[in-house]
């Protein structure tokens, strides 16, 4: 039991740090435009928005869409509650919750693997699917109706959750496509942003970066006291990671690929759930551990590449 409770927070607070790598690395770029005033407020506030708001809030609200009949408040109070009546109503609406979440992170992989420039950690695979870019939506398509065609045939609303899933995910692509142009011309100066919209700009970044954890998180465990320990660990982190040496960080040119796998295994894994498939609950984690370690440990056998990304050989 306690192996397990370690091994669960461990891999959320992993999770959680490798898959929001970018969020520290915009992070850092958008406060060296910043003053010393700002920085120290984003930094300090900050801390307490990423962490007890946001990662707070979001998996709360999840329990309360997933689960209606709780209430608002009756939903926050489940989360930590002991009552077995409420465990089997949160999991009896799991499986919309899992597909919902499954799908969202199987299509920010396929993103990832199509279309966003990289440092090939597989050369012949990414560097094949990096060339086939065009399939990125004819692939995501088919997948979605194939996922809503097996889950009608169980419940209308199990087909709605990998609907809302897509959904959300063409949601927060938008955010991010828009927050990378500001980001360049932030870094370029071209940007007329005051310093306290520039503080507005990353705790938007952060709520956009935090649903990929969040939802992640689900399929480590259904414990919400479990998710906010470690997504709270992994946010620390980043904040960290944000005002240590971020050229370090991105000399780590292969922890993206990592988490990118990773969320590619558990979406598969949340999908699989939602139709019933028996899953270890060790499986996630240790997964997690397993590929962000394998990258991890790649990354340092490497040597920085000077040419642009696309054409980096695998190491």
């Known amino acids: 039991m306690f192996f397990s409770f370690i091994l669960t927070v461990v891999g959320l607070a992993l999770f959680e740090t490798v898959s929001s790598i970018d969020n520290a690395v915009i992070n850092a770029e958008v406060l060296s435009t910043m003053g010393k005033k700002a920085k120290r407020f984003f930094l300090t506030w900050g801390i307490f928005l990423a962490v007890f708001v946001v990662r707070g ?22 989360t930590f509650s002991n009552d077995p009546s409420v465990a089997h109503a949160i999991e009896r609406s799991a499986p919309v919750l899992l597909i919902g979440g499954g799908i969202f992170l ?33 692939t995501i398509s088919v997948l979605l109706s194939v996922v809503v065609w097996h889950a009608l045939k169980r419940s209308p609303m199990l087909g709605f959750g990998a609907v809302i899933g897509s959904t959300a995910f063409f949601i927060t692509h938008g955010f991010r496509q828009h927050a990378e142009a500001v980001e360049h011309q932030m870094a370029g100066g071209n940007s007329k942003l005051s310093d306290l919209s520039k503080v507005f700009f990353l705790e938007i970044i ?15 465990t259904l414990s919400v006291p479990l998710i906010l320990l470690g997504n709270g660990i992994g946010a620390i982190i980043v904040r960290q990671l944000t005002v240590a040496n971020v050229d370090r960080v991105k000399g780590y040119i292969y922890l993206k690929n990592g988490a990118m796998y990773s969320i590619a295994i558990l979406g598969a894994v949340m999908i699989a759930d939602a139709f019933g498939a028996e899953i270890p609950q060790w499986f996630s984690p240790l997964s997690t551990v397993a590929v962000v370690g394998y990258f ?13 990304k696309h054409a980096c050989p695998e190491a």
Do not use: C
């Open 106 to 138: 199987l299509f920010l992989f396929f993103h990832w693997l199509f279309l966003e420039q990289k440092h090939f950690g597989w050369n012949g695979m990414e560097s094949f699917f990096i060339r086939q870019g065009a399939w990125f939506y004819a």
């Open 206 to 220: 952060d709520l956009s970066f935090s649903i990929d954890g969040v939802l992640g998180a689900f399929a480590f």
């Open 57 to 78: 809030l979001l998996p709360w609200l999840i329990v309360w869409a997933t689960v209606p009949e709780l209430g608002f408040i009756g939903s926050f109070t489940a």
């Open 296 to 308: 991890f440990w790649k990354s340092l056998r490497s040597v920085p590449p000077m040419a642009p």
